[in-house]
């Protein structure tokens, strides 16, 4: 497995602002982004055992599939079990949350507002990925 992150979200600020916080705590950690649900499952089902991610990280509103049902949708899957996963969004809603860890996400994350909250994300983040 490698120190790879993948990302499903579809604001490009957010992907830039979370990638520069990656780099700067752990430039080895490499993320890849996905705009939007179908296209982030379609290049995990393409993607080799050997270079599957340490973390899947979901924006919870991404177009076309949300975070919740790619969690449905992995969990139909031996092969991505072993992958920590966690939802990130704007929304606070229980029910999301509620929802999410009962899918199997590990955490649900409000997406900070504030450059220092990006870092300390950062860095639960490329924790999670280094315990893999």
């Not at 979200?9 to 602002?17: P, Y």
């Not at 049902?69 to 939802?87: E, G």
């Not at 860890?101 to 590990?106: D, M, R, V």
């Amino acid at each position: 497995m490698s120190c790879t992150i993948f990302l499903a979200e579809d604001d490009i600020d957010d992907q830039e602002f979370l990638e520069d916080a990656i780099r700067s705590i752990a430039p080895d950690v490499f993320l890849t982004s996905f705009t939007n649900g179908a296209k982030f499952i379609e290049h995990l089902e393409k993607t080799a055992d050997e270079q599957l991610p340490c973390l899947i990280l979901l924006d919870y509103n991404i177009p076309e599939i949300n975070g919740a049902d790619i969690l449905r949708h992995l969990n139909r899957c031996p092969r991505y079990q072993h992958i920590k996963k966690v939802i990130w969004s704007t929304s606070n809603s229980s029910l999301f949350i509620k929802t999410c860890l009962y899918l199997g996400a590990k955490d649900y994350v409000i997406k900070p507002s504030s450059v220092s909250g990006i870092k300390e994300i950062a860095q639960k983040l490329v924790n999670w990925c280094n315990n893999c």
